[in-house]
């Protein structure tokens, strides 16, 4: 049966020559697996044109990109809403399978043209808006405004989807359940068959810390983590934090670092591409550090899993369905996480339980198990 698969999302894709990447939405990790069961894929989404490759080719393959401009924050768009609007008209109006992926501003428009239009439409569900709009992880003026909308219409949507599949177990799906028999619950990370692994054994006396996120806002907790440094500076350890991932603020927290006296054992390492690199320095790590105020399922912890290094993460989202108490901290508790740290450092034997803690997650979330779980969703999207 030919079907036609049109998804519809708010993502980081990068243009470049009028190509369309991503780090991890490319058409490896993301496209390969609707391609091989639909005729036609199309991805529906904002670009952001770059000066350098940051990521691998989106299209390939029967996968193609319909790109609705590099409008990002509420000004733009605002004036870019008719254009948008007019654009996810057209595209809903013509598209077979209708996948949107919530929450999202480009996902709450065209939840409302779905209404309009009585089309029927599937819904994923991949992160926590409560959480990304709370005080601690937004200081926009609009915050209030942006959760209320982005809560309320990730409810409805799930209410009215034809099949509803979330990226964790049982978070998500406690803040927005669904009474559809066509409800799935598991992560959409890319984990790559053949990911870089590294040696167990820690080398060298710096204890080297690294953390992976988007700096565009508060919201991944960078601030947390140059205060900690900070602590863990005055404390005497040896060591150095990585910051790997770009962003608006990037400039804004490399002053931050320099505020609080930690401008020497931090190192910005900014957008790093291909993702194959940015393996490579996570795999140079002795501590994966996760300090978010919002996740779904997070990649970048899972993919730091899976290369083998230990990970510490805030107790937010679905993260304590893959972390034990003990290897997690509240958000915006840099104390906390200088506790951790500190106690990791200097022993061994906690060390080695987050290894082997990270083991399972890697196991968890083979390859092998999620192709699983993708094949029967996709099977029944398709038919519905």
């Given at each position: 049966m030919n079907r036609h698969l049109t998804m519809i999302m708010d993502g980081n894709f990068s243009k470049l020559n009028n190509e369309i990447f991503s780090s991890h939405m490319h058409f490896d990790a993301f496209g390969r697996r609707f391609s091989d069961k639909f005729s036609s894929v199309k991805i529906v989404g904002r670009s952001f044109c770059r000066t350098e490759n940051l990521g691998k080719k989106v299209c390939l393959k029967n996968v193609t990109f319909n790109d609705l401009g590099s409008n990002r924050g509420a000004l733009s768009l605002c004036l870019s809403a008719p254009s948008l609007i007019f654009k996810l008209f057209n595209?809903?109006?013509?598209?077979?399978?209708?996948?949107?992926?919530?929450?999202?501003?480009?996902?709450?428009?065209?939840?409302?043209?779905?209404?309009?239009?009585?089309?029927?439409?599937?819904?994923?569900?991949?992160?926590?808006?409560?959480?990304?709009?709370?005080?601690?992880?937004?200081?926009?003026?609009?915050?209030?405004?942006?959760?209320?909308?982005?809560?309320?219409?990730?409810?409805?949507?799930v209410k009215g989807a034809s099949s509803v599949r979330y990226v964790t177990k049982e978070y998500l799906q406690k803040s927005y359940p669904s009474n559809n028999r066509n409800t799935f619950g598991f992560s959409d990370v890319y984990l790559p068959l053949h990911?870089?692994?590294?040696?167990?054994?820690?080398?060298?006396?710096?204890?080297?810390?690294?953390?992976?996120?988007?700096?565009?806002?508060?919201?991944?907790?960078?601030?947390?983590?140059?205060?900690?440094?900070?602590?863990?500076?005055?404390?005497?350890?040896?060591?150095?934090?990585?910051?790997?991932?770009?962003?608006?603020?990037?400039?804004?927290?490399?002053?931050?670092?320099?505020?609080?006296?930690?401008?020497?054992?931090?190192?910005?390492?900014?957008?790093?591409?291909?993702?194959?690199?940015?393996w490579e320095l996570v795999?140079?790590?002795?501590?994966?550090?996760?300090?978010?105020?919002?996740?779904?399922?997070?990649?970048?912890?899972?993919?730091?899993?899976?290369?083998?290094?230990?990970?510490?993460?805030?107790?937010?989202?679905?993260?304590?369905?893959?972390?034990?108490?003990s290897l997690m901290f509240s958000p915006g508790n840099e104390k906390e996480l200088t506790k951790i740290i500190t106690r990791l450092y200097f022993n061994k034997d906690e060390l080695y339980f987050a290894n082997k803690v990270a083991e399972k997650i890697s196991n968890d979330f083979s390859y092998e198990n999620l192709s699983k779980a993708y094949d029967n969703y996709l099977d029944t999207i398709k038919a519905l």
């Open positions: 595209v809903i109006r013509q598209t077979d399978v209708l996948l949107i992926r919530f929450p999202g501003n480009i996902a709450f428009i065209s939840l409302m043209l779905c209404k309009v239009l009585r089309k029927k439409y599937h819904v994923e569900v991949v992160a926590e808006p409560n959480d990304y709009f709370s005080k601690e992880a937004s200081t926009h003026k609009l915050r209030s405004v942006a959760r209320f909308i982005h809560v309320y219409s990730t409810k409805l949507a990911i870089l692994k590294k040696n167990n054994a820690i080398t060298g006396d710096v204890f080297n810390i690294c953390n992976v996120g988007m700096m565009h806002n508060h919201s991944k907790g960078h601030l947390d983590i140059i205060k900690s440094a900070s602590l863990l500076k005055k404390e005497g350890l040896n060591f150095k934090i990585h910051f790997i991932g770009g962003g608006k603020l990037l400039p804004h927290f490399k002053k931050l670092a320099v505020e609080h006296n930690v401008n020497d054992i931090v190192i910005f390492h900014g957008s790093v591409a291909p993702t194959d690199n940015v795999a140079k790590s002795d501590l994966f550090v996760l300090a978010s105020y919002q996740e779904g399922m997070p990649r970048a912890l899972l993919e730091a899993a899976t290369i083998g290094v230990p990970c510490i993460s805030t107790n937010v989202g679905g993260i304590p369905e893959v972390l034990p108490t």
